[in-house]
């Protein structure tokens, strides 16, 4: 069943008598070569894609939210819990080497068309990163709209990886890869903060997308920094260890196990 949510307006909110419309999208590819069917593997009896999908149905900001996938099963998964999923992906946006920028603008210009009207801004909910909140999402949107910015994405800071601290090997030597280090620097010396892209949140301007072809990288690309523990992004088996430990932890006890949705 289509849902579209009007948003709760927040203070410091431009323009608040219009409405902006809000496309959420997760895109759940079929093929995974690091984890067989990794989208929808349980972690706590709750197939992975859900956590993303919980938090964008609870989200005050987003109008319409789907998730696109080439894949059947997840179709189903994701129907399960709540998710539109209105269309199976075309192949050509679906391989290796298919990019997501063509992804989210086949969904997007899918959504356009069927219903008739433009979207104001698109925001990628990625599901390889199921510890990210609905406050997360919806601060990163307001973050976007109120600054004007092109994009708004999710970052956390680096610590024991520093770029001051990454190296290459020329010659069977360790050498600087990028940036000196001096000798015996401390962690808590290392400066300036740097930060890497976590995935998780994509908050962009709808041109910013369809037009520029663009997810992030202008000048006007601002972050939105998610704390260390909701930032793991699960491409390993170990990446599921560490996100299962985080959510016993602190359990999502609102998403609740549907049926049997094992891979």
């Known amino acids: 069943m289509r849902r579209y949510l009007i948003p709760v307006w927040c203070e410091g909110a431009e ?3 219009e409405q902006p419309r809000i496309l959420g999208v997760t895109l759940a ?18 197939p992975l894609i859900a956590y993303t999908i919980a938090e964008a149905l609870r989200s005050r900001w987003i ?40 992804a989210l603008q086949h969904a997007v210009g899918w959504t356009e068309q069927e219903e008739g009207m433009r979207y104001d801004y698109i925001i ?37 990886h520093h770029p001051i601290r990454i190296k290459k090997i020329v010659d069977d030597k360790i050498v600087d890869f990028c940036l000196p280090e001096i000798p015996e620097t401390r962690r808590q010396d290392l400066k300036p903060d ?16 369809m037009v520029e072809g663009r997810r992030y990288g202008t000048e006007n690309s601002r972050p939105y920094i998610l704390p260390p523990k909701r930032a793991v992004n699960v491409d390993t088996e170990i990446d599921f ?20 949705m094992k891979p």
Not at 29 to 46: D, E
Not at 241 to 260: H, M, Q, S
């Open 124 to 160: 990628e909910l990625m599901c390889t990163n199921p510890l990210k909140n609905v406050d997360d999402i919806d601060a990163a949107l307001q973050k976007l709209i109120t600054t004007g910015a092109d994009s708004v994405i999710a970052v956390h800071r680096l610590d024991d």
């Open 15 to 17: 323009n608040m008598s």
């Open 194 to 209: 740097a930060y890497v892209r976590s995935g998780s949140i994509y908050a962009l301007r709808r041109d910013h997308l």
């Open 29 to 46: 590819r079929g093929g995974s070569k690091s984890v067989p069917m990794k989208n929808i593997r349980p972690i706590l009896g709750i």
């Open 241 to 260: 260890l560490v996100a299962e430990k985080i959510l016993e932890e602190a359990p999502r006890t609102y998403i609740k196990p549907v049926g049997d």
């Open 63 to 102: 109008t319409r939210y789907l998730v696109s996938t080439d894949d059947k099963g997840i179709r189903q998964v994701a129907l399960a819990y709540g998710a539109e999923a209105p269309f199976l992906r075309p192949a050509e946006f679906s391989t290796d080497t298919a990019s997501s920028v063509g």
